[in-house]
């Protein structure tokens, strides 16, 4: 009876110490794992868009008269004009992100009110008076820029068009006449763009265009022979915009790993 109550002490006190020694030992599992959030969806201009712009524009017409064959050739130089007049219409294009820079092309095609007025004021002062006006015109352009975050600067250049309308007058003689053309010429400039959101954006930009140098008749002048026109058209302009982006092109969400 002694022996078996020794061999159950000795069987306690092996247990217990065991544990003990148990819950000394270094604890070898880390703390608990949290899965950290998702870091925001970076920002991208990647996409195509369209939009609108609206602004004022202004710009010089320089002319000059000549006699047209089979007179002999006489060209008289008059004075430069101003024009100027509102601009707006709407806009289309696509952008593409590499890193920081954004390259892309872009469209647009605006209504404007642009005009002004020249005096003839060297053969025979206030004989003649000429008129240029722009109804519709647009471009078609390259741009890049350097984009910070939500925020783009940029630059643009191509192809510009117009359709120029000018009317002659003679205030001292029964004469009117008006002559069309559509010019083709070269606009660059610049501006900067910022995302209100990952679709609306809104913009500044200016751009000078030049239409070149471009020669007409005046049917029926007021003085004997043939009347030819020579003028060249410049113009500046400043628009405001705004441009929505679509979707398709959106960078996928972040993966996040789970354990």
């Known amino acids: ?12 006190l092996g247990l217990t110490t065991g544990g003990v020694l148990a819950a000394d030992l270094p604890n070898t599992k880390g703390p ?15 996409g195509f868009y369209i939009g609108g712009q609206v602004g004022y524009q202004w710009g010089t017409t320089g002319w ?8 002999p ?24 992100q590499v890193a920081q820079f954004v390259f892309g092309v872009e469209g647009d095609i605006e ?21 240029t006006r722009i109804d519709i015109e647009g471009s078609v352009r390259g741009r890049i820029g350097w984009a910070w975050d939500r925020v783009l600067f940029y630059g643009t250049g191509g192809v510009a068009f ?15 006449d008006t002559a069309t053309f559509g010019r083709v010429g070269w606009t660059a400039g ?57 979707d398709m092109f959106s960078p996928p969400a972040p993966v996040v790993a789970k354990y």
């Open 1 to 12: 009876m002694i022996k078996k109550l020794l061999v159950a002490s000795v069987a306690a």
């Open 32 to 46: 608990p794992v949290f899965a950290a959030p998702p870091p925001p969806p970076v920002f991208s201009w990647t």
């Open 64 to 71: 000059d008269l000549h006699s047209e064959p089979p007179a």
């Open 73 to 96: 050739f006489v060209a008289v130089g008059e004075p430069t004009y101003n024009d100027q007049g509102v601009v707006g219409g709407g806009h289309a294009g696509f952008n593409y």
């Open 111 to 131: 209504g404007t009110s642009y005009r002004g007025t020249g005096v003839e004021a060297v053969l025979a002062p206030g004989l003649i008076t000429n008129t």
């Open 162 to 176: 117009a359709d120029f309308k000018n009317g002659f007058n003679a205030p001292t003689a029964p004469f009117f």
């Open 190 to 246: 610049g501006g900067v763009e910022y995302a209100i959101d990952p679709n609306w954006s809104v913009r500044v930009e200016y751009r000078y265009t030049d239409y070149g140098r471009y020669d007409f008749v005046i049917a029926n002048p007021p003085v004997s022979g043939t009347i030819g026109v020579h003028e060249h058209e410049r113009d500046n302009r400043v628009e405001a915009g705004f441009s929505y982006r679509f």
